[in-house]
């Protein structure tokens, strides 16, 4: 977002400054130009002024005594300055010019100046010279006049290589104000976009904490803009009634099985006691009877290990999960036989780290190989395997047992609470296993994921960060 923000305003600060650019660089160049022309039209008319009588009274002793000293000036103009200059009559031909080659005025880059001239009226401006444009010259034409008819024309021919100097000079000044006005920009962009985007960044963290079960994750006071610091305070006063009313769900689920499983003992007990009184042929009832409350008992223990889970802090650090799934594989082997399972154990070349609460962990895998010892059938095996992955910066323990499986929609609903296939309603097991295990991974950081085993089966991945 920070990203797109800043973009998003330099965008548009590089249009602002494009626009203000281009004219002022269009009107650096015109300026340039028309400081020149204007030189060039004094010039001109001040020729134009030596020209009347030499022109005007040809043949005459004094009018080629001035005509003389018009062919010095013009030859003088010439070799300081580097601009041709002439004094053409009304043919194109010169009457004098420097430097002497030039033939005609009518001809080449001056014609249009020269006809204009011709009228009696001083040429129009030239077009704008630009840097790129080469060979180009700027040509400016003054009539002279004797008694109110137009004799001659002067023309002059600038070169444009000063000119374009110029301009590139103006024009680097201004690219390089243009640059510091960028770099200003993009200083003033990043403090803004930091600014604006400090809190939502912090709230993005909190709400990621909170997703993934830090429910005490808070936003910070910060700066900012007020909006955005209202939204925050509002978010943490949200946040503070939702962690309370989980607390006060858990606390009732968990005061509520605690409270339950004393009644629930004493109504075994007497219904234990009725039993050693009923007549013969009710053994079926009372044993049904003693089934059904050691599922109430079973149901009222999973619920309260479920509320200690959501409600208990664990602290997760780098554990070698290794060494955590060999002990606990080691601790399910007995009841595995007992059951006519195979239970075994992949261990890897090394040692792979995770960061995770050790006693979550092992009370989560211990949940999920219960899990699979239940419906892998009396002799097919469970194999458990702690893996690199699955993907990066992860490391997993992966229970395969080789039950029934499940359906794809089926995979959808495992580690719902109480959810439990109809296919398999006649396993023990009150349909909580599962979702403590997920609530004590999901505390530290980790995951519980479900996928079909081959040939037949399911696979329960137990993923947690790695520590590299």
């Known amino acids: 977002m920070r990203t797109r923000l800043l973009g998003i305003l330099l965008a548009l600060m590089a249009c602002v400054l494009i626009a203000l650019g281009l004219p002022l660089a269009i009107s650096e160049a015109a300026a340039e130009q028309q400081r020149l022309v204007v030189d060039r039209i004094d010039d001109t008319a001040r020729f134009a002024a030596l020209a009347q009588n030499p022109v005007g009274q040809s043949g005459t002793p004094t009018a080629q005594e001035q005509l003389s000293t018009l062919t010095t000036e013009l030859r003088r103009y010439y070799n300081v300055y580097g601009i041709k200059a002439g004094v053409f009559g009304l043919s194109g031909k010169p009457v004098t010019a420097d430097p002497a080659e030039w033939s005609d005025a009518a001809q080449g880059e ?11 009226r001083r040429s129009h401006d030239p077009a704008q010279a630009w840097p790129w444009q080469s060979h180009r010259e700027l040509v400016v034409a003054s009539p002279v006049v004797w008694d109110g008819d137009v004799v001659a024309v002067v023309v002059t021919e600038s070169p444009t290589g000063a000119l374009d ?10 690219a390089g104000g243009e640059a510091g006005a960028v770099l200003v920009a993009v200083a003033a962009a990043v403090l803004l976009t930091g600014w604006v985007l400090r809190p939502v960044q912090d709230l ?10 830090r429910l005490a994750s ?3 006071p910060a700066g900012g803009p007020p909006e955005l610091r209202r939204l925050a305070r509002a978010f943490n006063e949200m946040a503070d009634h939702v962690e309370q009313v989980l607390d006060q769900q858990r606390a009732f689920v968990a005061d509520a099985s605690h409270q339950l499983r004393n009644p629930l003992a004493a109504l075994m007990l007497r ?4 039993g050693m009184e009923l007549p013969e042929g009710h053994e079926d009832e009372l044993a049904g009877v003693r089934v059904e409350g050691r599922r109430l008992a079973s149901v009222l223990d999973d619920l309260l290990g479920l509320a200690v889970a959501e409600h208990a802090g664990h602290g997760a650090e780098p554990t070698d999960l290794s060494a955590l799934a060999a002990v606990r594989v080691e601790g399910w082997t007995a009841l595995a036989g007992e059951r006519g399972v195979g239970l075994d154990f992949e261990e890897p ?3 792979l780290l995770g960061l995770a609460d050790p006693v979550a962990f092992g009370s989560a895998l211990d949940a999920v190989i219960d899990n699979a010892l239940k419906f892998t059938p009396e002799g097919d095996r469970v194999r458990v395997a702690v893996l690199d992955g699955p993907g990066p910066g992860r490391v997993a323990v992966a229970v395969r047992d080789a039950g029934p499986g499940l359906t794809e929609e089926e995979l959808g609903r495992i580690g ?5 296939s109809p296919r398999h309603q006649n396993v ?6 599962l979702s403590i295990a997920r609530t004590l991974l999901a505390a530290s950081g980790g995951s519980l994921e479900f996928s079909p085993n081959e040939p037949r089966g399911l696979t329960v991945t137990l993923a947690v960060p790695s520590v590299r």
Not at 165 to 174: C, E, K, T, V
Not at 204 to 213: F, N, P, Q, S, Y
């Open 110 to 120: 001056s014609a249009q100046a020269f006809l204009e001239a011709l009228d009696g």
């Open 165 to 174: 100097a110029r301009i590139l000079r103006g024009w680097l000044l201004l």
């Open 204 to 213: 993005d963290k909190v709400t990621h904490d909170i997703a993934t079960g």
């Open 218 to 220: 808070r936003v910070a």
């Open 271 to 274: 219904v234990e006691a009725m």
């Open 349 to 351: 070349a090394g040692p």
């Open 416 to 420: 719902d609470r109480f959810w439990r």
């Open 428 to 433: 023990d097991g009150s349909g909580l296993g």
